[in-house]
């Protein structure tokens, strides 16, 4: 086991940019998360999935945000039109479904937008 | 709507002493309590968790938080503190109801371990 894993690890982009990350979760894992953690903060959630059904969305993920996972398997998240306050870090993690309470965590995307 | 309120945004502590880091939630159902760390560079670890059977829970390298229902409160502690504990910790909540859903985290207590 892997564990989760992201891709880019490190992203800088021009303001205006479109950006896309990637999430791999634990293999038998059908739960995935994404959070946004800016500095000096908690991560913040944006959304959830469970296979391919996008169960959850926060108020955080404005219209330019968009996330899927359209085999059950990884999923991406979409920045469309990156603005300064887009960085952050991007936070993946998955879980084993219902009953299980734990949260594996990627080491995360970092976005810097210019 | 659920919270997490960590007192502390820094803590200092002499390698060997103890290490508490404090936790407060606010839940309208029975919660689902965790701590992570987050070391450099580095994505959340689960140190230990709280689904509603033990109020005393033991997590790995040597943590571990009490569950008081009357105080709100789920603090972390270790008797004496290493070197490498140096790293951000995270409280987060989860409602019990659903479990397995997401996580509203606290900001975060950094802590130094002073040698």
């Known amino acids: 086991d892997t564990g989760v894993s992201q891709d880019p690890r490190h992203k800088i982009t021009k303001r205006g940019q479109n950006v896309t990350f990637r999430c791999d979760p634990i293999?038998?894992?059908?739960?995935l998360y994404w959070y946004r953690q800016t500095l000096g903060q908690g991560p913040e959630f944006l959304t959830y999935f469970q296979n391919e059904a996008q169960l959850e969305k926060s108020r955080l993920l404005s219209d330019r945000f968009s996330a899927e996972r359209p085999k059950g398997s990884f999923s991406t998240l979409e920045i469309q039109r990156t603005e300064q306050g887009d960085s952050a870090m991007y936070l993946c993690?998955?879980?084993?479904?219902?009953?299980?309470?734990?949260?594996?965590f990627g080491p995360g995307t970092r976005l810097t937008v210019t | 709507a659920q919270s997490v309120t960590q007192l502390g945004s820094h803590v200092s502590v002499s390698e060997g002493a103890l290490v508490l880091l404090r936790c407060n939630y606010s839940?309208?159902?029975?919660?689902?309590l965790f701590w992570y760390v987050q070391y450099p560079n580095q994505g959340l670890q689960l140190l230990l968790k709280y689904t509603s059977a033990a109020t005393l829970v033991k997590g790995i390298n040597g943590f571990e938080a009490e569950f008081k229902k009357s105080e709100t409160s789920f603090h972390l502690t270790k008797p004496s503190a290493h070197m490498s504990d140096a790293a951000e910790y995270f409280c987060?909540?989860?409602?019990?109801?659903?479990?397995?859903?997401?996580?509203?985290f606290g900001t975060g207590t950094r802590l130094t371990i002073i040698p």
């Open positions: 993690a998955s879980s084993q479904g219902q009953d299980s309470y734990e949260q594996y």
């Open positions: 987060a909540v989860s409602l019990s109801n659903f479990g397995n859903e997401k996580l509203t």
């Open positions: 293999s038998e894992h059908n739960r």
């Open positions: 839940s309208s159902v029975p919660p689902y």
